[in-house]
């Protein structure tokens, strides 16, 4: 019995010894990236959230974990959270739209001014982004400034047409009447 006991033993080292080695490449931040961003797209939300963090200790900064929880805890309605996350990533790239974008769209049902803000720093890194002329238009007829909130709609339906269902008749014939899209559109 101790001699296959012993014979078992060094066998048993050998596969441990590269579960260690599996280890260290699962622990990769590379790999803990595309492990996280692959269990996000299936749905396995917790396990992603897992994996962002176990990132997050070995890169604190990485723009891209942070992004990803902040969507995660936005669609669990978790907005403090989702907004600490994509202030995170904004705190390691001040431009990076899709946080940007992501915080506007927080900040539409709670900040509306702050959200006007935020959109239009979107588009001012990104002067082709049809859905913030949208929601920023929608936006500042909302709050009275209905002369950009035009200018902004027609922007938003030039660089993308299928827009104007989104839209409601009497937000439509006001924007029939707008002249010209914005001067920071696209041509």
């Known amino acids: 019995m101790i001699k296959r006991l012993l014979a078992v033993l060094p066998l048993a080292a050998l596969l441990l010894s590269g579960c260690g080695d599996n280890a260290k490449t699962d622990n990769d931040p590379k790999t803990l990236l595309k492990a ?99 929601n920023l238009g929608l936006l500042e007829l909302g709050s009275g400034l209905e002369a950009q909130g035009i200018r902004d709609l027609t922007t938003a339906l030039h660089q993308d047409p299928t827009l104007s269902s989104r839209l409601t008749p009497q937000v439509k014939a006001k924007v029939g009447k707008g002249t010209s899209p914005s001067p920071s559109a696209s041509p």
């Open 36 to 134: 996280a961003v692959a269990a996000q797209a299936k749905g396995q939300d917790d396990a992603a959230i897992g994996m962002f963090n176990e990132l997050l200790k070995k890169e604190p900064g990485n723009v891209i974990a942070h992004y990803n929880l902040g969507v995660i805890y936005q669609k669990r309605n978790q907005i403090d959270a989702a907004l600490r996350e994509y202030g995170a990533a904004l705190t390691t790239n001040a431009s990076y739209v899709p946080a940007l974008f992501n915080t506007a769209t927080i900040y539409g049902n709670t900040d509306p001014p702050l959200a006007i803000t935020t959109y239009r720093k979107v588009i001012s890194l990104q002067p082709n982004a049809p859905t913030a002329y949208l």
